[in-house]
């Protein structure tokens, strides 16, 4: 018998909970049939409303259910991180709560595994359903990531991942605290299948990612898998070190030539002031980088549990 692991992360999913619970053991039989025991880890990442009681109920009456609850919001990557560490199976899948990674793709996912695969990933073709400016800057986001990563992030990728204890335990190997598992996943390589599916709008409730959120997110992502950004700074530092050459050879000759009339108040204001905005910029960057190696060297703990079952 094979154990598989299901990490559900959590956030006020009160109403979706146990609807996850009953799509997912629609694969009862066909599991059954792979001889393939099932192994369901509810992480609560600090809800404010009855998702914890619900997991209870869900326990209550199936042993496999279990929960892990956060003493306050960490976000899903630190649930998806405990999930992983508290997870036995020989097998790990990683689903929203919300019925938007369809567990129905399940049989096909574990299917792949037995070709050979890795890790199964998914990602999806369409983004139906989404604020056409959301869509247009994930996709820019993905391109950038293409260009200034080593690291390949798919379009479209999900967390959505079918996993074999060896790639999970690789994952697991890298404690760092500002988690980008998108990233991560690419990072620590392995035979993926892709898998592609139409996007599945959420079953209840709302989305816990505003714009500004996400934003911010894709700012963790390339500082966690790219230095690019310090390089441009250095490159952009060049650019205008020349620039300032060919201007300061220019002005000498015109000087001697045309003498010096005093005048070019404007254009000194606008030189000032766009080089002061780069400067600023880059020592944002700077900034940024300096934060997260901050963050790191705390050694803050990723999440806290404020209960298991
Ligand atoms: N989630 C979480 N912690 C958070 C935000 C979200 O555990 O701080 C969970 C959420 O409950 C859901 C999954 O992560 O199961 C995906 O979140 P959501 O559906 O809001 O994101 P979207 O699908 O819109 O990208
Ligand atoms: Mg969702």
Known sequence: ???????????????????????????????KEKEIELEILYVDDG?????????????KADARVHLLSFSRNFGKEAAMYA?????????VVIMD?????????????????EEGYDSVATRRVSRKGEPPIRSFFARMFYRLMKRISRTEIMDGARDYRLMTRKMVDAILSMPEYNRFTKGIFGWVGFRTKWLEFENVERRKGETKWSFWKLLWYSVDGITAFSTAPLSFAAVLGVFFC????????????????????????PSLVCILSLISGVQLFCLGILGQYLAKTYMEVKRRPIYLLKEEL
């Open 1 to 31: 018998m094979k154990l598989l692991s299901v990490i559900v992360p959590c956030y006020n999913e009160e109403e979706n909970v146990p609807f996850f619970y009953e799509e997912l053991l629609k694969n009862e039989a066909y599991l």
């Open 242 to 265: 020349i620039l300032a050459f060919i201007l300061i050879v220019f002005i000498v000759i015109r000087t001697l030539i045309f003498g010096d009339p005093v005048s070019g108040w």
């Open 97 to 113: 709560a919300d019925l938007q990674d369809p567990p129905s793709m399940l049989p096909q996912m574990l299917a792949c595994l």
């Open 47 to 59: 809800s404010g409303d009855r998702t914890a009681e619900e997991v209870r109920k869900l326990h």
């Open 83 to 91: 999930g992983m560490q508290k997870s036995k199976g020989d097998y």
